[in-house]
């Protein structure tokens, strides 16, 4: 396997910023935009996603890398939560929804895949190399 040197290169980071982006489009588009409490929790959930990943990236090991994993997980099902609500308030139509929670169940899948490869590697992390 190819040593990924850069998060941005992460496809799991990539689809968290498309999460993002796809949210950013829903402030922009529909009612949800001026429910502004509602609007600042799903601005930090979806970041939350992509910022974990970043983070966990940066800390040159993979036990810290699979618990910023986790965290990137733990929001995405936060985000799914919120799109209910934004869906329950009529702030956005169920297509929307339902469109926005299959990315976010494919970055779930895909964070949790990733986390089993970190489980099972034997590379631990930059800080870790004998030197």
Do not use: P
């Not at 190819?2 to 922009?28: G, P, S, T, Y």
């Not at 949800?32 to 990943?53: A, C, V």
């Not at 993979?62 to 609500?85: I, M, T, V």
């Amino acid at each position: 396997m190819a040593r990924i040197e850069r998060f941005e290169d992460l496809e799991v980071w990539q689809l968290a910023r498309k999460i993002c982006n796809e949210i950013e489009a829903l402030f922009q588009t529909t009612h949800l935009g001026k429910n502004f409490s509602l609007r600042d929790q799903m601005e930090r959930s979806s970041g939350s996603i992509m910022d974990n990943i970043a983070e966990g990236f940066g800390r040159d090991g993979n036990r810290e890398f699979h618990n910023f994993l986790s965290y990137s997980k733990g929001s995405c099902s936060e985000l799914k939560s919120q799109l209910y609500r934004a869906f329950d308030k009529k702030l956005i139509l169920e297509q929307q929804m339902e469109y926005v929670q299959e990315i976010v169940e494919l970055e779930t899948n895909k964070i949790g895949a990733f986390m089993f490869y970190l489980r099972k590697s034997d590379f631990k992390g930059q800080k870790f190399k004998s030197t």
